[in-house]
């Protein structure tokens, strides 16, 4: 199967099945799992943050992160069109109270400071308060643009607000850009990476920030059930994954170029967007019915979400040949269809 559904596909490689098969175990709500604990430092060291903290998943990470920032009746504020919002069941709403105070962004991630201002609330009994200020990196595949991450962040901290990056595919973003991992998540006080996204491990995502943020996240952790105990083996990959297939997510980038270029070259599709490892496609004809490429395109092997929204994901599961063989069978549909 060439899976282009999403980088979250990615399977453990086998040197990956190995350092997890040895890895030592313990219990870790008792915090007894040298392999998590050692990611947990592993990932602080390399992000520059006191301390870290291993979560079953990004979606647990960042609900985690909302309830260690934010208070019953407090606010964050958000992309309308971030994960933290749209994508997480309104976890924070359901288990938190928090409000959420959803902006229209850029469709870049980024948010124009005159909206970030207008939409911190004074302190009134009216007003839910604003605590917190959520960004996310990459963005649809895009990377934040650096200049805007200080200003608003800058701007955040002015106004008494935390900071929290949803960097479940920050890996791509320090490919992309060149930047450490540290420099990313410099302006935040915490963020949340996966260490599932493109990278091969099955499982995980880990929250780093200040030490006692970090106290107060290992509470909520438990509180809503992601407190695991013999978990070494899961970590161990994370680990291997930072170190082993990180530095390697910009071949993803490459194999996105390439899809984009092959279907920007078809009749009938246009490109909308290649950012990172996702492209972004329209289909021209408005007549145009997805399910017979579906079929097409499964019959061949090849699976794609929807074709309503259709964006196609890179990763290290596919290679250049199988972007090729995409590329043709797109190709080979739109040929009898415009025949
Ligand atoms: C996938 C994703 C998450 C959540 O991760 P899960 O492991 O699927 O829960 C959070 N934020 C972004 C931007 C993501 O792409």
């Known amino acids: 199967m ?68 934010c208070q019953r009746g407090d606010e964050y504020l958000v992309d309308q069109q971030a994960h933290t919002y749209r994508l997480e069941g309104g976890g924070a709403a359901v288990l ?4 959420p105070q959803p902006l229209d962004g850029l469709n ?37 643009d650096a200049d805007h991450v200080a200003q608003t962040t800058a701007l955040a901290r002015e106004q008494g ?17 060149g930047s450490s991992l540290e420099a990313l998540c410099a302006p935040f006080d915490t963020v949340s990476i996966c260490c599932s996204k493109g990278l091969g491990a099955p499982m995980g995502s880990v929250l780093v920030g200040p030490e006692a943020f970090i106290a107060t996240a290992t509470r909520w952790r438990k509180v809503v059930g992601g407190g695991l105990r013999q978990v070494g083996s899961m970590a161990a990959a994370c680990e291997y994954a930072l170190d082993h297939h990180l530095p390697q997510l910009i071949q993803d980038h490459e194999k996105a170029e390439r899809l984009a270029a092959g279907l920007a070259a078809i009749d009938g599709i246009t490109v909308t967007a290649q950012a990172t490892n996702m492209v972004f496609v329209a289909f021209e004809d408005s007549a145009f019915a997805p399910e017979p490429l579906h079929a097409w395109l499964a019959e061949q092997g090849i699976l ?11 990763h290290r599961d596919v290679s250049m040949a ?6 043709a069978a797109f190709r080979d549909y739109f040929q009898r269809l415009t025949r």
């Open 2 to 69: 060439i899976d282009l559904r999403s980088d979250t596909v990615t399977r453990p490689s086998a040197e990956m099945r190995r350092v997890m098969f040895e890895a030592p175990v313990g219990d870790d709500v008792w915090g007894d799992d040298p392999s998590v604990t050692h990611l947990e430092h592993y990932l602080a060291e390399r992000t520059g943050k006191a301390a870290a903290l291993f979560l079953p998943s990004g979606t647990q990470s960042n609900l985690v992160a909302l309830l260690s920032h």
């Open 96 to 99: 938190g109270g928090i409000q």
């Open 108 to 144: 870049t991630g980024e948010l124009p400071l005159a909206k970030l201002k207008a939409a911190i609330k004074p302190v009134d009994p009216h007003f839910a308060r604003t605590r917190l200020l959520t960004l996310e990196n990459t963005f649809h595949g895009q990377v934040l």
């Open 161 to 177: 607000l935390a900071t929290h990056l949803d960097g479940a595919r920050i890996g791509n973003a320090a490919a992309a850009s």
């Open 304 to 314: 794609v979400g929807a074709l309503y929204a259709p964006r196609f994901v890179t």
């Open 322 to 327: 199988d972007i090729d063989q995409v590329v």
